[in-house]
Nanobody, 122 residues
Framework: QVQLVESGGGSVQAGGSLRLSCAVS????????MAWFRQAPGKEREGVASIYSPDGATRYADSVKGRFTISQDNAKNTFYLQMNSLKPEDTAMYYCAAGRWCRFVEYDYNFWGQGTQVTVSS
């Protein structure tokens, strides 16, 4: 049984930093793309960053480029989202996910974590 467990969310002032972690357990099969999505109240879930585990190729949403960095530690079966220069508009529930294709499309991902809240105050 595959489980994804996020941690590291919290409250921070604008300009601050947080690092989210996603611990993956179980066999994900061909779901080699790990991603972070987020959903703010009243908005649709959106893809933020993804990393293709076999080669480390990364992809970012335009809104976070230059501020967020996705990375992985294969030895720990964990991937991360380093978030710097946080803005109030980054406030959302953040979810990690595993899927086959590294597109920011929800239905591409068949394994999801429970979410961790990030709140950025101005």
């Amino acid at each position: 049984q595959v489980q994804l467990v996020e941690s590291g969310g919290g409250s921070v002032q604008a300009g601050g930093s947080l690092r989210l972690s996603c611990a993956v357990s179980g066999y994900t099969g061909s779901s080699n793309c790990m991603a972070w999505f987020r959903q703010a109240p009243g908005k649709e879930r959106e893809g933020v960053a993804s990393i293709y585990s076999p080669d480390g190729a990364t992809r970012y949403a335009d809104s976070v480029k230059g501020r967020f960095t996705i990375s992985q530690d294969n030895a720990k079966n964990t991937f991360y989202l380093q978030m710097n220069s946080l803005k109030p508009e980054d406030t959302a529930m953040y979810y990690c996910a595993a899927g086959r294709w590294c597109r920011f499309v929800e239905y591409d991902y068949n394994f999801w974590g429970q979410g961790t809240q990030v709140t950025v105050s101005s």
